[in-house]
């Protein structure tokens, strides 16, 4: 295989949760750029509208959905416009999720609000690759890729159920992988280190990003494309043979808040 063929998603279709801003964002247009066909899924509609129209504007093609991920509702509907946009679904990218990195101290935290971390990280992932693989079998090829953190296998305090959700993520996906290989489908997952996004801009301090950086080889944070070009992988046929994997994005070091 020549090496641009590698990288190429030409005619593959890409879903792509919490797609609008930060890292979903780099990953919409990452995947566009390498020729796929771009569903831009997002709970703000008009931030997802800007992408897509970036994409097209581009030449690309991309649609844009909106999608509350806890709303099973809007999970089937996601598929369904995809299918009927695009005819078929080939890579998933699980991007969307949250959490009160840093904020959840058990002396505060709730058992709904700690229930509710799991259902956005850890339940919509799973819920959408099972309505996503049938489609993906179907098309003869397919990508699954969970967002998972490095906080899934760091130690900090005030982030259990965020931590522990990622976690959960992990297990989930080489699990997965056993389920959906015999499909020709491929399952991983890419842990992201401190990015450069808004949700990290409202906790980062200089003091905190010194501290960070001290225990980061490479001197500097991550930026949204790094995280892209991994989920690039994953998406392409370059890892045709990788499945059921964390791939760890952290400039080679640990970034924690504390």
């Known amino acids: 295989m020549k090496s641009a063929a590698l990288f190429d998603l030409s ?22 750029a390498h020729g ?19 994409i097209r504007k581009d030449g690309g093609q991309a649609l844009a959905v909106s999608c509350n991920v806890t709303k099973d509702e809007d999970l089937t509907g996601l598929v369904n416009q995809t299918l009927a946009e695009f005819g078929q679904i080939n890579i998933l990218v699980n991007n969307v999720g949250g959490g009160g990195a840093g904020r959840e101290s058990p002396a505060s935290l709730s058992v709904e609000q700690f229930a509710r971390t799991f259902e956005l990280n850890v339940f919509s992932n799973w819920r959408l690759a099972q309505l996503c693989a ?10 699954i890729i969970n967002m998972s953190s490095m906080s899934s296998i760091n130690k900090s305090p005030a982030i259990s159920a965020y931590a522990s959700s990622k976690a959960a993520i992990n297990h989930m996906t080489a ?10 489908i491929r399952v991983n997952a890419v842990g992201p280190g401190a990015v450069r996004t808004d ?22 944070l991550g930026e949204p494309d ?8 994953f998406a392409a ?9 964390v791939l760890f994005v952290n400039g080679g070091g640990v970034q924690t808040l504390d």
């Open 226 to 233: 790094d995280i892209a070009g991994a989920v690039l992988y």
């Open 199 to 220: 949700a990290l801009a409202s906790v980062l301090t200089p003091e905190i990003e010194s501290t960070m950086l001290s225990h980061t080889p490479l001197k500097r």
């Open 134 to 143: 049938p489609h993906m079998e179907n098309a003869g090829y397919g990508s």
């Open 175 to 184: 699990n997965l992988a056993f389920d959906y290989g015999p499909a020709g």
């Open 11 to 32: 005619n593959k279709v890409a879903i792509i949760t919490g797609g609008a801003n930060g890292i979903g964002k780099a990953c919409s247009l990452m995947l566009a």
């Open 237 to 245: 046929p370059i890892s045709n043979w990788v499945s059921g994997q």
């Open 36 to 54: 796929a066909s771009v569903v831009v899924a997002d709970l703000n509609l008009e931030a997802a509208d800007a992408v897509a129209s970036h």
